[in-house]
């Protein structure tokens, strides 16, 4: 017997249900946000809140409802995403909660002359019909190849509702920007929605034609020029981002928009000439409408001079969320006693990241964009793992879509970019944002079970056997 | 309120979300599934850990293994592992569980050879219906020698006997 020094033993794995390992992660997501509503309680009115009780209640409520319903339903799927997203939706709701104590915002509500409603509770609703959404999707939606049927009928579908807004009566025009629909007493985003509706169809769309687009093109000073008419994808869709930006003045959903599907050509046609057409073309966009269209000049104007903004009376909402950040520090100023409440209009909804980076601090705020860095790579992950193609483009495309929303928002609440009327996923304020981005996550849950399920053992074939046996 | 109980929680809280970081990304090392390796540092030669290999088959190959104990328990002399003695994965082991083995270069083998002279899937080796285990060559450019016999039809591996395919060397040990 020789003796060897790398002893090493081969077995294989197979990918196990990881069910267990999410029942405890989502009991520690959930803990958290309780702990974090205690603290602002005690921080702000030196007792334990009222609703304290409630709250625990509702959010394990909520959470055990979605395990349920991934272990029956989803069995083999990511155990992190469930986790990952309730944590986030539950530190929401305590710093919207904590945004509602504050009185300086009640006394400005007043002198604008509207009566002052707590966000928090309709918060936690929306949150219940994001996780209602969630099992609906779960429930309907056994495979996603399903979907694939519907790329074109999607297609139409997602441009729908980006126009919605544009339509005289249903469309409302908020704060100079055009992106909310009045339905029966209820305001709504439907870009929100059209987010998932389009990766759909980008998904189908490239599925298709990722060997034209890849293949046929010609190569000049090292990079991959594609065809003329292989362009005119990407030339429709900048078009239709473009007219987002004009007449919807949402810079946001525009870049949203053209940044999933460069991101997912590139995914599908490994090309990296792509992203240095879309960086172009939308570099172009921006500085034209940026100087032409004066609502998004003026956003252009804040971002670049913050302070000169709040001098002269523009906006002082980037100056107050710099603020904010700044006297955080590094460990944060405690839940509950800061002073982020200044920043006034929208402080629980686009600005709510400047809320955590004052009371939590530097600290806090990274954990939290860990914890969305976490999502974004399980989403990878996911598409890694997908066996057909067209999962694999849709688990990346919603996840690119949930990345480049995050860092529209953060960027534009830390003064990186120019701010953009979007909502802080799963955390801010904002019913369609909350179940949009559920059903989001119920998508990729869904395509990380199928991508997990373990192969089917292959059939025993008799004949095998049979020719074995016979021997000359 | 006083102001230390707040500090503490202030920093307790960071320190519980940190936490929550941490234990989701351990979560995520322990999810990367595919081939386990086990190192065993020495070269003892002791019997693979049966309880710790059987927790982490997948379950079709469990039931395989099922199978495979009732009908071939009992049979003496039944080989257990399969062990590589020459070439650059000498040491190697690949626990006999009723499951098939393929050789060769392509990355889905089980076994997969580095080396010039194997073909991308160059040979099986499973169990017949006795639990008898069998060699086949997959029609490579190379060949598959048992002893010193190049294989031309599926063939009974007696108990280390030497299977060679290019520099590697074989052979199934009780």
Redesign the interface.
């Known amino acids: 017997m020789s003796s060897t020094s790398n002893t090493t033993t081969i077995s294989t794995v197979g990918p196990p249900s990881r069910r267990n390992t999410e029942l405890a992660m989502l009991a520690f997501a959930v803990i958290i946000p309780i702990f974090a509503y205690a603290n602002v309680g005690l921080a702000m009115s030196d007792e334990l809140p009222s609703g304290l009780l409630n709250y625990g209640l509702g959010l394990g409520f909520l959470a055990a409802v979605g395990h349920l319903v991934v272990r029956k339903w989803a069995p083999y799927a990511d155990p992190l995403l469930l986790p990952l997203a309730t944590l986030i939706n539950g530190l929401g709701l305590v710093i919207i909660w904590r945004l509602d104590q504050s009185r300086r915002l009640a006394a400005r509500a007043e002198a604008a002359g509207q009566t002052f409603t707590a966000a928090a509770p309709r918060q936690l609703m929306y949150s219940a019909l994001g996780i209602a959404l969630f099992v609906a999707v779960l429930l309907l939606l056994k495979d996603h190849r399903k979907l694939q049927r519907y790329t074109y009928i999607s297609m139409f579908f997602s441009i729908v509702l980006l126009l919605l807004p544009l339509v005289p009566g249903l469309g409302m025009n908020v704060f100079g920007a055009r992106i909310w629909i009045s339905v029966a007493g209820f305001s709504i985003q439907p870009a929100e929605f059209a987010k998932i509706v389009i990766a759909v169809f980008f998904a189908g769309y490239l599925m298709v034609k990722r060997d034209a687009l890849a293949l046929a093109s010609r190569r000049f000073m090292g990079m991959y020029l594609p065809r003329g008419r292989d362009l005119f994808p990407i030339l429709t869709v900048w078009a239709i981002s473009i007219l987002i930006l004009v007449f919807e003045t949402d810079l946001g959903t525009s870049l949203l928009f053209f940044g999933m599907f460069v991101v997912m050509l590139y995914v599908a046609t490994e090309r990296t000439s792509w992203i240095v057409f879309g960086l172009l073309m939308s570099a172009v966009g921006a500085v034209t409408v940026g100087s032409i269209e004066p609502h998004v000049k003026t956003r252009v104007d804040a971002w670049l001079d913050p302070f000169a903004a709040f001098d002269n009376g523009t906006t002082d909402q980037i100056a107050q969320a710099m603020m904010a950040f700044g006297s955080g520090g590094t460990v944060g100023t405690g839940l509950g006693q800061g002073n982020s409440d200044l920043i006034g209009f929208a402080a629980n909804s686009d600005f709510i990241l400047a809320t955590v980076g004052e009371e939590l601090g530097l600290a806090g705020t990274m954990a939290i964009l860990l914890v969305y860095a976490l999502i974004v790579e399980r989403g990878a992950r996911t598409a890694l793992a997908a066996r057909d193609p067209f999962g694999k483009m849709l688990a990346i495309g919603l996840s690119a879509a949930f990345a480049i929303q995050v860092f529209v928002v953060a960027g534009g609440v830390m003064g990186l970019i120019p701010l953009t009327g979007m909502t802080m996923p799963f955390m801010a304020y904002g019913g369609s944002s909350v179940i949009a981005n559920w059903a989001l996550i119920a998508v990729l849950i869904r395509i990380s079970d199928t991508a997990r399920r373990p192969a089917p053992a292959p059939a025993p074939s008799p004949d095998a056997e049979m020719t074995q046996v016979v021997r000359p | 309120?006083s102001e230390l109980?707040?500090?503490v929680?202030?920093?307790?809280?960071?320190a519980?979300?940190?936490l929550?970081?941490i234990?989701?990304?351990q979560?995520?090392r322990s999810?990367l599934?595919?081939?386990?390796?086990?190192?065993?540092?020495?070269?003892?030669?002791a019997a693979?850990d049966r309880s710790h290999?059987r927790q982490?088959?997948?379950?079709?190959?469990r039931?395989?293994q099922r199978q495979q104990q009732s009908g071939g328990r009992g049979r003496r002399g039944a080989p257990t592992k399969l062990v590589v003695?020459e070439g650059s994965l000498?040491?190697?082991?690949?626990?006999l569980q009723g499951?098939t083995i393929t050789l060769g270069r392509a990355h889905d083998s089980?076994?997969v050879l580095d080396d010039d002279y194997a073909s991308s899937r160059h040979a099986r080796i499973y169990p017949?219906?006795d639990g008898q285990w069998?060699v086949e060559d997959l029609g490579s450019t190379n060949g598959t020698y048992l002893d010193r016999t190049r294989l031309t039809?599926?063939t009974p591996i007696p108990l280390g006997a030497p299977i060679r395919i290019g520099k590697t060397v074989i052979e199934l040990r009780k």
């Open positions: 309120m109980t707040l500090t929680m202030r920093l307790g809280f960071l519980v979300l940190w929550f970081v234990v989701a990304v979560v995520i999810d599934f595919g081939t386990r390796v086990t190192q065993r540092g020495t070269a003892r030669r693979p290999q982490a088959a997948p379950p079709q190959q039931q395989q003695t000498t040491g190697t082991t690949v626990a499951q089980t076994i017949d219906r069998i039809a599926p």
